[in-house]
């Protein structure tokens, strides 16, 4: 399994879309770090929260010793976040939402995406090309079953072509349900694409 410590700081967790565990895998490296001292984490925009007390709330999961939670942009439809901030009238300041991520951390800093890497933020703006121009690496989160092939090759070679580090490829098969055994089969097939680690979730 993937040395949580070695992983550097700052570094984005992304996914292949919704749903695939990026709140459960920055949880688990947050907590590694924390046993070693301050770690911050951001979320830059979540959709489908009412406010920061939302259970729905990623932030909410990674309260802990040692550690800080924060999200900058919260809207409340399910939606993308150019989506969900046209229903509510507003349009996202992404320039502000870039500044308040490259902010001075207390400690290790982790951030967290918002759905798959080619979500829309702006008009013809997605969240790759806007976080991109941060120029930190990441860790992408992916399924472990049936489509995980497809999505995680594009995520990964969507992020080298534009020049991310990619630090590590991990498959979750709690995000869809998937035995072990396929999720294992699946990380197998992966490294024989992949320049990077490819991890398998307990």
């Not at 700052?10 to 046993?35: F, N, Y």
């Not at 925009?45 to 900058?72: K, M, Y």
């Not at 046209?86 to 001075?104: F, H, I, S, V």
Request: hydrophobic letters at 50%.
């Amino acid at each position: 399994m993937l040395d949580l410590h070695r992983l550097p700081s700052p570094i984005w967790i992304l996914g292949t879309g919704t749903g695939v565990g990026k709140t459960h895998v920055s949880a688990r490296i947050a907590e590694a770090w924390a046993a070693l001292g301050p770690v911050t984490y951001r979320k830059p925009f979540q959709t489908g929260v009412t406010g920061p007390d939302d259970p729905g709330a990623d932030a909410a999961a990674l309260a802990g010793p040692n550690l800080s939670a924060e999200t900058h942009v919260l809207l409340r439809a399910p939606l993308s976040p150019l989506a969900a901030a046209r229903q509510e009238g507003r349009t996202l300041d992404l320039e502000a939402a870039a500044a308040w991520c490259a902010r001075p951390a207390e400690g290790r800093l982790l951030l967290e995406g918002v759905g798959g890497l080619m979500v829309p933020l702006a008009p013809k703006v997605h969240f790759l090309a806007w976080a991109t121009d941060l120029g930190l690496p990441c860790v992408l989160v992916a399924t472990g079953g049936l489509g995980t092939l497809n999505h995680t090759l594009l995520s990964a070679e969507a992020l080298m072509l534009r020049g991310w580090r990619l630090e590590a490829v991990l498959l979750n098969p709690g995000a869809d349900g998937t035995d072990r055994a396929t999720a294992e089969a699946n990380a197998v097939l992966l490294r024989e694409f992949l320049p990077v680690p490819v991890h398998v979730l307990p």
